[in-house]
């Protein structure tokens, strides 16, 4: 905490810290700006690549300029709007459930049944991620890379300069990305023949392409098997490699979860044994929580999903409740490895959650569907309130008010979730097409991978065909396997050596790691989209990560030299910032047409 007090150095015209205007403004901004335009490009995200990349940094650093005039103490009202914009997008990231319903041929419900559905379990999410903070934030101290990265981005966004250069870039990037969205919809064969998306490209400029070249190498490997695949019979005539290729991803991802969750469950259990327990009344008054009235909240949401569910949605109460449970479980487990990884396997959740009923004699589609449905999203808003935990305990924010906030954005998020669902299928009805049945129809930009496996996933309950199998160990072999090589590897003091020792050992380790042995978690997005997409994906982290070799220089410091100011965070790289402007400006243009056809239908 700073130890100057805000209230003599802010202008006259901001709100007192603490103040409700103060807490007003703060909201306005994050519900009506921030969240949206994080919302709008995960809901656009998931409808095309089939994930979405989070808006923390973003909401981070507009939300700064918003606080810039309180000083250091502005680092908590920035903490607040991201965490209350991560929340919007977060929930706005799946609407693809509501695509998933359409595809499987569900009756659609009232919209407001959906997003009280919606809301009430994003409720329970956030109470069960809270509930576990004090053991994953707290006792464990799980670093939580990305919430880290947004904690040094509030604290060193104080310079007018640096938040200029963030805003051109982060500005650069959207007219770049909206023009080539444009691009597209004018000249067809950029998108039909070519599939090149902005979206894509921006979000292989996030993460490096030590992610994005295993996509294109999975990809590259199922289109070389598509003929043999036919000729065995797994796949048809005229059926692409994605139809199978999905099948095989996610086991790919189970495999390799079952290796990382493993190394985790043993690493939580020595940080609990090695840790020594906090002596009573050292606890800050930033970090106190009422736990009673938490597992009161807890309790109430989760008969509240239960209610809407059984009376509203009609479900069965054993598989909503049987949803509820293994909540409680994976949002700890998937924590876990968030905070370790920086990756939260929700698709793996999901599939398992789906396994698991199908053992139980589950046979429903659309039952299967809406009791994952609530695995899927309490374990992405959970896992989300740990990361901005994270965040918060770095910075020694509130913890009870960035849970308001939080829950603010919850509610915002339910009601967009919805919306943006039957804005982007009202204009653009091939989403509403099941792309597992109408394998030949040219989808454009639309590659809706997480619903296409999704929805795979869910209509395998209780019909799993021979090769549907075969399929699955396959995949969960090559996930296991290549993992547990993947560790050993990394375990060689000697190979780690080489490949850090210099530019040759460099090249080696980076073959290693994105071509030959590369993560199963990468190189199984091949497997879920359309060859074009992967390698408009491999592109963008290709250039990213060549920019970011090429220019390689000592961190810049916010004072402007080495020793003032703190070092500036390698998410804020010229990269990241230009990738997530790719992003939002294709999303935010796609989203104007869509309304504009929406419209024209209306009127």
């Not at 693809?96 to 919209?111: F, H, N, R, S, T």
């Not at 599939?351 to 299967?368: A, R």
């Not at 915002?412 to 653009?428: D, I, K, N, T, W």
């Not at 792309?435 to 209509?459: E, H």
């Amino acid at each position: 905490m700073s130890s100057s007090s805000p209230e003599t150095s802010r202008p006259g015209w901001l709100p007192a810290v603490g103040s409700w205007k103060y807490h007003l403004l703060l909201s306005v901004v994050a519900i009506f700006v921030l969240g949206p335009l994080g919302g709008i490009a995960a809901s656009y995200m998931n409808f095309s690549l089939g994930f979405f990349v989070g808006g923390q940094v973003l909401a981070g650093i507009l939300g700064s300029a918003v606080t810039y005039g309180y000083g250091p103490e502005g680092k908590h009202g920035a903490n607040f709007m991201q965490t209350m914009a991560a929340s919007v997008a977060s929930m706005c990231a799946m609407s693809v459930l509501i695509q998933a319903m359409v595809w499987l041929g569900m009756p659609q419900p009232p919209a407001w049944h959906l997003m009280l559905f919606v809301g009430c379990v994003g409720m329970f999410g956030v109470g069960v991620g809270m509930l576990y903070t004090p053991l994953l934030v707290d006792r464990l101290q799980l670093d939580y890379p990305s919430g880290y990265a947004v904690a040094n981005i509030l604290r060193a966004l104080t310079d007018k300069r640096l938040l200029k250069a963030s805003i051109a870039k982060l500005g650069g990037g959207t007219g770049v990305g909206a023009l080539v969205a444009w691009l597209t919809e004018r000249v067809p064969w950029l998108s039909g023949t070519l599939g090149i998306s902005a979206s894509s490209i921006g979000a292989g400029m996030v993460v490096g392409s030590r992610i994005t070249v295993p996509a294109i190498v999975g990809g590259l490997v199922g289109h070389a098997f598509t003929p043999y695949l036919r000729s065995i019979g797994w796949l048809g005539a005229e059926e692409p490699f994605r139809k199978i290729g999905f099948l095989i991803g996610l086991a790919m991802i189970c495999g390799a979860a079952v290796v990382d969750l493993a190394l985790l469950a043993v690493q939580a259990f020595q940080r609990v044994r090695d840790r020594a327990p906090l002596a009573v009344g050292e606890v800050p008054a930033w970090k106190q929580v009422n736990v009673p009235k938490l597992l009161a909240w807890v309790v109430f949401w989760g008969v509240a999903v239960v209610v809407v569910a059984t009376q509203l949605l009609e479900q069965p109460l054993g598989f909503i409740v049987f949803g509820l449970l293994l909540s409680l479980l994976f949002v700890l487990v998937n924590g876990i490895a968030y905070g370790i990884t920086d990756q939260n396997p929700i698709s793996s959740a999901f599939v398992i959650s789906v396994l698991l009923m199908s053992l139980l004699g589950l046979k429903n589609p659309l039952v299967g569907l809406m009791a994952a449905s609530i695995l899927l999203i309490s374990t992405s808003v959970g896992s989300d309130m740990q990361q901005d935990r994270s965040t918060g305990w770095r910075l020694g924010t509130d913890r009870v008010i960035q849970f308001r906030y939080q829950v603010v954005g919850i509610i915002m998020g339910a009601v967009l979730c919805v919306g943006l669902a039957r804005v982007f299928m009202s204009a653009y009805p091939v989403l509403a097409i099941n792309q597992l049945d109408n394998p030949r129809v040219d989808v454009g930009q639309w590659g809706s991978a997480m619903t296409y496996k999704f929805v795979g996933a869910i209509r395998s309950l209780g019909t799993m065909s021979g090769y549907t199998v075969k399929a699955l160990l396959l995949g969960l072999g090559l996930g296991f396997g290549i993992e547990v090589a993947r560790k050993l590897l990394k375990r060689n003091a000697r190979y780690q050596g080489f490949v850090q020792g210099s530019r040759t050992g460099f090249a080696v380790g980076w073959t290693m790691d994105a071509v030959l042995l590369s993560s199963p978690y990468a190189s199984s997005f091949g497997g879920f989209v359309n060859l074009s997409l992967s390698v408009w994906f491999g592109v963008g982290g290709i250039l990213s990560s060549l920019w970011n070799t090429l220019t390689k220089k000592p961190a810049p410091h916010a004072g402007g030299s080495p020793g003032e100011g703190e070092a500036l965070p390698e998410d804020m790289s010229t990269t990241s910032l230009v990738g997530g402007g790719l992003i939002a400006g294709e999303s935010l243009f796609f989203l104007f047409v869509g309304l504009a056809g929406l419209l024209s239908l209306l009127w």
